[in-house]
């Protein structure tokens, strides 16, 4: 069973629109948790950690449930600029980089 | 923000030849830089970890004959790509972070390496 699991997509959703990704990870002694976005042939940046007490950054919401190892990332009002693909993203171990990284969910937003 | 740097970008050459590609953290320093390499349609897989003035730490499978690094600094890690084949083809992308190791790290532009 692979570390980090996300659906591939794609996801083709109209420009306003509210999407959601979902991730799960295997280790239930996984320390902190990231969603990175990644656009084509680009290097992943830190879109926003993601808290046990869930948190908002703006149109994005990310939510942490460490009793089913589950992640989601909720995108609202969705614009072009969001199309791209987001890495859920896990860390094992404190003080170390054990980052364990999805194979992605690649988002549309259609005009 | 914190910056890392990476160079070149886009690397195309004959097999056999050795690439070297520099990172380098612009506005902090750091002592642990940690380098990946991500096929088509794949996760980012980390290769190795370095770490300024000792030995790197190379994940398992990963040869450390092939993929020598050095990071003889707070501020500059490389990674060099020895007698490249084309299966060595793939986007290399380091990453680095001011505040530790388990903290959100931040990534090069990365470097696309093509070997003909």
């Known amino acids: 069973r692979k570390e980090v699991e996300q659906d591939p997509g794609p996801f083709n959703v109209p420009e306003g629109a509210t999407v959601a990704f979902n991730c799960t990870y295997s280790n239930s002694a996984s320390q902190s948790f990231f969603w990175y976005r990644q656009d084509c042939r680009k290097e992943p940046k830190l879109l926003m950690s993601v808290y046990s007490s869930g948190n908002e950054d703006g149109r994005f919401t990310a939510q942490l449930n460490r009793a089913s190892q589950y992640i989601s990332l909720l995108i609202r009002d969705s614009k072009l600029s969001d199309s791209a693909t987001y890495l859920c993203?896990?860390?094992?171990?404190?003080?170390?980089?054990?980052?364990?990284f999805g194979t992605g969910t690649r988002l549309t937003v259609i005009p | 923000g914190a910056v890392v740097s990476q160079h070149p970008s886009r690397v195309i050459c004959k097999s056999g030849t050795s690439v070297k590609i520099e990172c380098r953290s612009l506005?902090?320093?750091?002592?642990?830089m940690f380098w990946y390499r991500q096929f088509p349609k794949q996760s980012l897989m980390l290769m190795a970890t370095s770490n300024e003035g000792s030995k790197a730490t190379y994940e398992q499978g990963v040869e450390k004959d092939k993929f020598l690094i050095n990071h003889a600094s707070l501020t500059l890690s490389t990674l060099t790509v020895t007698s490249a084949h084309p299966e060595d083809s793939s986007f290399y992308i380091c990453s680095a972070s001011p505040g530790g190791s388990n903290q959100p790290q931040h990534f090069g532009d990365g470097t696309r390496l093509s070997i003909l």
């Open positions: 993203v896990v860390n094992r171990q404190t003080g170390a980089n054990n980052l364990f």
């Open positions: 506005d902090f320093q750091a002592t642990t």
